[in-house]
């Protein structure tokens, strides 16, 4: 039986209940592989990754610290070509009222207009992308 995927833009807002962060604006990418979140003050202590996600300057920004004992390190190769080391998370997003498993490569994007990027790994064998359409999960939301 073949699942029936949801059609996407090309940009949206979703929910990331773990992280206490609502309606964040997100691009979808098919040219990248992994997902991203914009995070600062990313510190592994005592075998704990610590961050907060966000920033100052987001509506969504809560200046909460965040501990993860369960993360990755991973190499991430940008639009550029340069290989970047990336901690990883595991987390959930919600998109079309439904609840999502998600692994997000945590960088600052500092300077991109999108504080969350979702690669082809999470959209795969779920969404199909329609670049014509924007916020077809944030329209749909009950």
């Known amino acids: 039986m073949e699942v029936k995927k949801r059609i996407i833009g090309r940009t949206d807002k979703a929910d990331f209940p773990l992280l206490e962060i609502n309606e964040i604006d997100v691009k979808i990418d098919t040219g990248a592989y992994t997902s991203s979140i914009h995070c600062k003050d990313i510190e592994e202590i005592d075998e704990t990754l610590q961050c907060s996600f966000l920033d100052a300057t987001h509506p969504e920004y809560n200046g909460k610290q965040f501990v993860f004992t369960n993360y990755d390190i991973t190499a991430v190769k940008s639009s550029n070509g340069e290989i970047e080391v990336r901690y990883t998370i595991r987390t959930k997003i919600r998109l079309f009222n439904k609840t999502y498993p998600i692994t997000l490569t945590l960088s600052s994007r500092d300077d991109m207009r999108f504080p ?15 670049p014509q359409l924007e916020d077809q999960s944030h329209n749909n939301k009950s």
């Not at 969350?116 to 329609?130: E, I, N, Q």
Request: aromatic share 14%; net charge positive.
């Open 116 to 130: 969350v990027l979702l690669g082809r790994r999470f959209l795969s064998g779920k969404f199909l992308v329609d």
